[in-house]
């Protein structure tokens, strides 16, 4: 990339530019709320890079990273970059045999986790190396969600450098003024995930991160007020339960300039109340996946007028929706999404995961299924493999879950097909109670669901338990809610 320079360089200058600042606040489940510098994440960075160096770290290795968000998890990701390494955060949370899976396709050539973290810190009393400037073949790893099949492990096919250009906030492509910058950035997603590893590569750019170690919806807000966060990504369960908590109408949530939404579509009435709270045009909804096929986005005002979609194409990115046929569909079509990327970046699995399916002229498809209105607007439907098959009809639970989840007892589902001697497969609604001291009943949910949904598509049984399974990111693995309950 012209006039790109590397990581390294790029902390060094910022740490020269804005001696004085905080690059990034990080906020701990024990309360802890504390500042740190560029010099400081500079000079720590290069220490623990120079102490991974004795350790036998070289350019082009990977570091399996299992760390929460933490000062430990980010001097460590620079540190990789420092030394031309390839950062992989982990999940720290897995059980031993699914962390020795992902070690045996990850293959690092050094793994940190939080026994390592009294390690780390004693790095700071060591000098700091002179390092020569390197950068990565690979930007990063990232482990896909789902603890069940063989592991995913997604390589950024470009180097870690930076520029020439600063990153510019995603709501900018619709404002006619560019956003203030710096920006404070929240990170309450696990930065492990995607979303939450990308705020890495804004941070570079001289935007303020303020890192919680686990998302919570309370502190989420008094962080909010506290720091003046303008702006966080969040997975549709996030902002459901911020928008739960009782008098958000009356927090001061005035600082966000803009929030981003992905992971999932977001339920038309959860878009309606943030709609209410901070306008509209500060609401992004994107769809994409972490191997970058494309993406597409809209803002909150164009949702209003199309609602339910997750967008059109953007930066360049085209999409067709194809059916199990092969046959392009167009307006109203059901079919898979297939996307098509101008970006010059590509990615690998490592392992033995197959390859997502092509066209000959280079549209990729995830799974998912979809379809375009006559604006080219593209709606997000379920993912094929989520697809339940009951009495020969097609349901997805996605929708089933929209319609659900409006329900003033039900603080969140998951739906998912069970088997069934007479339907082939059962819609069945696993529910948490807003209330658990008296949740509703499956009399009230159903009559509920059948005034929302088609008579095929309400669920056949009801299952209360006091919490969703989900993981840090707010994502629940139907497969082995599935499993447990006889398949």
């Known amino acids: 990339m012209e006039g790109a320079i590397s990581i390294a360089r790029r902390i060094r200058r910022l740490a020269e530019q804005f001696p004085d600042e905080e690059a990034f606040r990080y906020i701990g489940l024990d309360g802890t709320d504390t500042g740190y510098g560029w010099p400081w994440l500079d000079r720590r960075s290069a220490q623990l890079a120079g102490a991974l160096t004795a350790r036998g770290l070289a350019r082009g290795d990977r570091v399996a990273l299992g760390l929460r968000n933490s000062p430990q998890f980010v001097i460590g990701v620079l540190a990789a970059w420092k030394l031309g390494a390839v950062p992989v955060p982990v999940r720290w949370d897995v059980p031993d045999w699914e962390l020795r899976r992902l070690h045996e396709v990850i293959e690092p050539r050094i793994s940190l986790d939080s026994a390592d973290i009294p390690w780390?810190?004693?790095?700071?009393?060591?000098?700091?190396?002179?390092?020569?400037?390197?950068?990565?073949?690979?930007?990063?790893?990232?482990?896909?969600?789902?603890?069940?099949?063989?592991?995913?492990?997604?390589?950024?096919?470009?180097?870690?450098?930076?520029?020439?250009?600063?990153?510019?906030?995603?709501?900018?492509?619709?404002?006619?003024?560019?956003?203030?910058?710096?920006?404070?950035?929240?990170?309450?997603?696990?930065?492990?995930?995607?979303?939450?590893?990308?705020?890495?590569?804004?941070?570079?750019?001289?935007?303020?991160?303020?890192?919680?170690?686990?998302?919570?919806?309370g502190r989420v807000v008094d962080v909010i007020e506290r720091h003046r966060v303008s702006t966080f990504t969040a997975t549709p369960t996030m902002l459901q339960r911020i928008a739960d908590l009782p008098g958000i109408e009356d927090r001061d949530l005035s600082s966000i300039d803009w929030i981003i939404q992905g992971a999932a579509p977001m339920p038309p009435s959860l878009v309606h109340r943030w709609a209410k709270l901070i306008g509209p045009e500060r609401i992004v909804m994107a769809y994409g996946m972490t191997e970058g096929l494309g993406l597409t986005a809209l803002r909150g005002d164009e949702w209003m007028r199309h609602q339910g979609s997750v967008g059109r194409g953007i930066q360049g990115t085209e999409v067709r929706i194809i059916d199990a046929d092969g046959t392009e569909q167009h307006v109203g079509g059901l079919g898979e999404i297939y996307l098509r990327s101008q970006s010059p970046a590509g990615y690998r699995y490592l392992g033995t995961v197959p390859k997502l399916r092509s066209t000959d002229d280079g549209f990729q498809t995830a799974g998912d299924m979809g379809y375009l209105d006559d604006d080219g607007f593209l709606y997000l439907v379920d993912r094929r493999v989520d697809m339940i098959i009951t009495g020969g009809a097609n349901v997805f639970p996605a929708e089933v879950e929209a319609a659900l989840i409006d329900h003033p007892d039900v603080a969140d589902v998951v739906v998912v097909g069970l088997r069934d001697p007479a339907w082939g497969r059962r819609v069945h609604a696993i529910l948490e109670p807003a209330d658990p001291a008296a949740p509703p009943t499956d009399e009230q949910i159903i009559g509920y669901a059948k005034s929302r949904l088609a008579p095929y598509k309400v669920p056949k049984t009801i299952e209360i338990v006091d919490a969703i399974p989900r993981s840090e990111a707010t994502k629940v693995n139907r497969g082995a809610l599935v499993a447990t309950r006889g398949g």
């Open 120 to 217: 780390i810190d004693s790095t700071a009393d060591l000098d700091v190396p002179d390092l020569a400037d390197a950068v990565s073949p690979q930007l990063n790893g990232i482990c896909s969600s789902g603890s069940t099949g063989t592991p995913k492990v997604i390589l950024t096919e470009r180097p870690s450098v930076y520029g020439p250009e600063p990153v510019a906030p995603f709501i900018d492509l619709w404002n006619d003024e560019p956003v203030p910058r710096p920006q404070t950035i929240l990170v309450p997603a696990p930065m492990y995930h995607t979303n939450g590893f990308n705020t890495l590569l804004t941070f570079l750019s001289g935007d303020r991160l303020v890192l919680m170690e686990k998302f919570d919806a």
